[in-house]
């Protein structure tokens, strides 16, 4: 369909980019590689990725071990796709945790204001001025490395921000004249919560989700990268890269295959997120 | 300008505050005790009660915390439980590498993403602008250690061009110290680049929206004076602002990367800290980055309001 009288009307340049698909097809692809290797990965594989074998040691990739074998021996296909299992198991618990704390906190505040704002935006701000994987490393150091503590200590860092994006944007939707109608018309703050607010809020929450997860997936490398993550010889990709830096000098074809796939499963995170956010144009509500 | 600044300081008082109570009450969250937590569960008790006498842990908790801010005000954070020595003195020892690192990283991440964010928010929607915004957010998703790692390999190992790790303090060998900081800082740099592209783009973006923009161009100005002179002029203030919440980023990311290059800064100490339960440090680190946090973003406000009058009105 072609539009040619628009091509005469001079309008002003778009504000936003104007994407080529392309980003978000290349995005959707990755992210589909990403769950197929979480959900069929280790069934296809279908080697142990606790398996030792010593006498096969940093093996080349073969019909047998598809990635080759790290310095136990184990299957790295195998590790990775295990690993994939516990770091989007992390990832998304991460995720859950700060949107359990950050919607009902934002729409508190921004819907009542007052002193209750007050007080929680006050709380939200001190944890703010934390940087984020210093939180993370202040709840590890509490409750020891673990799966557990790192779905808690990722979930944790991010609900300040969290938080504050969903408090500003129950501020913009409280006062949209729908609100309005709606309280004339006699519903209930419950009601106006349920109906007007929370609804309004799905736009944002849909693309903080994607970014959050993004984030969630770096962090669980990075504190796995500093050994306070997953510890081994559990499998996933923050604790697959802290085995493979030992050996960084000698095999660094281990951190090699360690990385990609974080960047390849961010990556398709930061492109979703990016092609959500201009469809749902969720910067209008926050 | 003096009564804004003033107010603005008044305002991180209190911040301040909750942040000591905040590192103060952390350690006390653990299960058991400090003391015991770093000894092990077998310890012997009279050993356990001794080091919790000198540390001063069976006193009662208001009078353990005035004691603790009164030594934090005079710059004195207690003794380590690891290494016995005096926080202060340790921290302060390693502050020159942490500086030299993170001073690096932020003038490659500037002189990256200032180009970049300007080229892509001058003409959105550009070929430019899309390669530019596809690079941020594959940049985005590189992990800081997966960088430096991939840096560490072609460029020291395969190319012999820098040293893979180590440093030296800039004073003993100046020349080597740079050598040195080289990989380290493009690591951060190109780490933190992607987040401040992406400010600038938008900070950009929004100013070239401005009337003065096409009156610029209708005077015939050059599109570099206009992009330069009067685009990031004027999207300033709102980039100096952005620059102070990525201090954080270059926090974090300076705890990555001086873990990976091996590098003797305070990112290591947290790091060491959290690992052997070393808990006076990590109250004493959770304070003084947390209080630098909000001292760097309370100086980019007054920077910012120096820049742009009119935000001292709102």
């Known amino acids: ?286 | 300008m003096l009564r804004y600044a003033l107010g603005r300081i008044l305002l991180a008082v209190p911040l301040l505050f909750g942040l000591s109570v905040l590192s103060f009450v952390y350690v006390r969250l653990i299960p058991g005790d400090p003391v015991t937590a770093m000894l092990g569960v077998n310890s012997n008790p009279t050993v356990v009660a001794q080091l919790r006498e000198q540390f001063g842990l069976d006193r009662p908790l208001l009078g353990q915390y005035g004691d603790w801010l009164a030594g934090v005000m005079r710059g004195d954070f207690g003794v380590s439980f690891r290494s016995q020595l005096p926080i202060s003195t340790i921290i302060v020892d390693r502050i020159p590498a942490t500086l030299q690192l993170a001073g690096a990283g932020l003038v490659v991440s500037l002189l990256i993403a200032i180009p970049a964010g300007v080229a892509a928010g001058m003409r959105p929607g550009s070929r430019l602008d899309s390669l530019i915004t596809s690079a941020t957010l594959f940049g985005l998703a590189v992990p800081a250690f997966f960088l430096g790692t991939l840096l560490m390999l072609f460029f020291s190992l395969k190319l012999n061009l820098v040293p893979s790790q180590g440093y030296v303090p800039f004073a003993d060998d100046p020349a080597q110290s740079l050598r040195l900081t080289v990989l380290p800082a493009l690591t951060l740099g190109l780490a933190i680049s992607p987040y401040l592209a992406r400010l600038t783009r938008s900070a950009v973006l929004e100013t070239a929206q401005e009337p003065f923009v096409p009156f610029a161009r209708a005077k015939g100005l050059a599109p570099r004076k206009i992009s330069i002179g009067y685009v990031l002029r004027n999207a300033l203030p709102s980039l100096v602002a952005a620059l102070g919440l990525t201090v954080a980023s270059l926090m974090a990311g300076s705890i990555v990367v001086e873990a990976l290059f091996n590098w003797p800064g305070t990112g290591r100490l947290v790091t060491g800290a959290v690992t052997e339960r070393d808990y006076a440090m990590v109250e004493a680190l959770l304070l003084i980055y947390g209080g630098l946090f909000i001292a760097v973003n309370l100086a980019c406000e007054i920077a910012q309001s120096l820049l742009d009058p009119r935000v001292r009105l709102t």
């Open chain 1, 1 to 286: 369909m072609t539009a040619p009288a628009a091509v005469l009307v001079t309008e002003p340049r778009a504000v936003g980019r104007r994407r080529t698909p392309l980003l978000t097809v290349v995005g959707a692809i990755l992210g589909l590689l990403v769950l197929l290797t979480i959900v069929i990965g280790p069934w296809l594989i279908g080697k142990d990725p606790y398996a030792i074998d010593v006498g096969n040691r940093f093996a080349g990739p073969s019909a047998a071990h598809w990635l080759g074998t790290d310095e136990l021996g184990r299957d790295v296909a195998s590790r990775i796709a295990h690993g994939a299992r516990a770091t989007a198991l992390i990832a998304l618990g991460a995720v859950a945790l700060a949107t359990a704390i950050a919607i009902p906190l934002g729409v508190l505040t921004g819907f009542l204001g007052g002193w209750v704002d007050l007080v929680v935006t006050r709380v939200v701000d001190l944890f703010f001025a934390i940087p984020s994987l210093l939180v993370a490393i202040g709840v590890v150091g509490l409750f020891g490395p673990s799966l557990t503590t790192t779905i808690l200590a990722l979930g944790l860092s991010y609900w300040p921000f969290y938080t504050r994006l969903i408090r500003a944007a129950v501020v913009g939707i409280r006062s949209r004249p729908y609100v309005d109608a709606a309280r004339v018309l006699g519903a209930s703050r419950l009601r106006v919560i349920r109906t007007d607010i929370l609804t309004g809020l799905v736009p944002l929450v849909l693309v903080q989700t994607t970014v959050l997860l993004g984030f969630a997936i770096l962090d669980e490398a990075a504190l796995g990268f500093l050994g306070l993550g997953v510890q081994p010889p559990q499998a996933s990709w923050g604790s697959r890269l802290a085995e493979s830096r030992e050996f960084i000098l000698a095999h660094p074809e281990l951190a090699l295959v360690a990385g990609v796939p974080i960047v390849l499963a961010v990556f398709a995170m930061n492109l979703l997120s990016d092609s959500l956010r201009d469809r749902l144009d969720a910067k209008r509500t926050g």
